[in-house]
């Protein structure tokens, strides 16, 4: 079993730490904005969550979070369990993916905890993957203006990013993740078991989380996930995540730059699922974004060949490259209007070498360049854009 504290934003660590080991119920803050917070990550920990909810909390309903997969398989096991242990325990269930995660889909979440009378000193508990903590994360830091919620992930991907960090997004009709909130969870709970257990194409999509921690962490975190051994390491892999990302987000505001490194191909892997659509899915977004970046990165000078062909090896093992053409100046055209590009430059996450990647400022009239960097060094096998 491995337990350690997140603590992001650089801001003071509050008493949680303290308070859990000593098994008290009272883990929590006025308006659940305390960065600090405990991840316990062990084998067969879902069957104790009502257990562990008993020594967090007291008398409070809790309100379980999940898709209508996850939710025969653990949380209704789970809601049973929390009656056993005395609480007032419901179960709302959503259909599974990312169509769900919208605006009035969470609306309906909230209604749902209004109808059965939630007041603020209550809970919310999120069993399921990244949709699903995303909806219970953003639902918590609405209701009643905050109350407290815990997650449970599902499935490697959500263990090794959205259970953490505090970031919740929902979609709207015309952009992914472009409505959200900052609040932090309580606790977040990891089954090892649970993620043995995925079947390879979902273990496969949270490979792009780990690949791109070991490249912002160093070689001997990349070298572990090249040598193959996943599967009979995931406490040791999801543990290794959750450090590096905390890593960065504890750089105070004055190393922002720092923090931002996190974004490692998410420009690129924007562009991409806007021209794509978003039924290309978050891992194949990223793990193509990933390739483009130390494409261009390679072709204007800042990254060597061996760099480049490890990481777009590790992505093809785990399926993670989009396998379709798409027009260049549609995704050039999607990069022009990123949201982030600031006075006519664009912050750009650049890999010099495994474990050191940096922001590199691409003027707005230099984007073509890198761009075709980024497609001039495709093979065949993964070439994502037909330059028109």
Known sequence: MTE????????????TDAAFKKGLSEIQSDNNMTPGYHVTIKSGIIKEIPLFMKLLFSKEKIMIISDDTVAGLYSNGVRKGLAEAGFDAYVWTFAAGEKSKTMPKLVEFLQFMSEKEFTRSDVILSIGGGVVADMAGLAASLYMRGVKFVHVPTNLLSACDSCICGRNYVNLADSGNSC??????????????????????????????????????GEEFFKLVEDGDISGRIEEIITRCMNVKNSFLSKSETESNERRVLNIGRIFARAVERVAGSSVGYAKSIGTGLAMTIRAGYSMGYCDKSMLDRVVALLRRYDLLLDAELSFSDIKNAVLN???????????????SIGDCRLVKV???????????AVEHADEAVAMLAVN
């Open 4 to 15: 350690f504290d997140i603590v992001a934003n650089a801001l003071p660590e509050s008493d």
């Open 180 to 217: 959200g909130s900052v609040y932090f969870p309580t606790a977040v709970y990891i089954d090892t078991d649970v993620i043995a257990k995925l079947k390879s194409d979902i273990f496969n999509q949270g490979m792009v989380e780990v690949i791109k921690s070991a490249i912002l962490d």
């Open 338 to 352: 990123e949201n982030r590009i600031g006075k006519g430059y664009l912050n750009l996450v650049v890999p010099y």
């Open 363 to 373: 003027e707005v009239g230099e984007i073509d360049s890198w761009l075709r960097g």
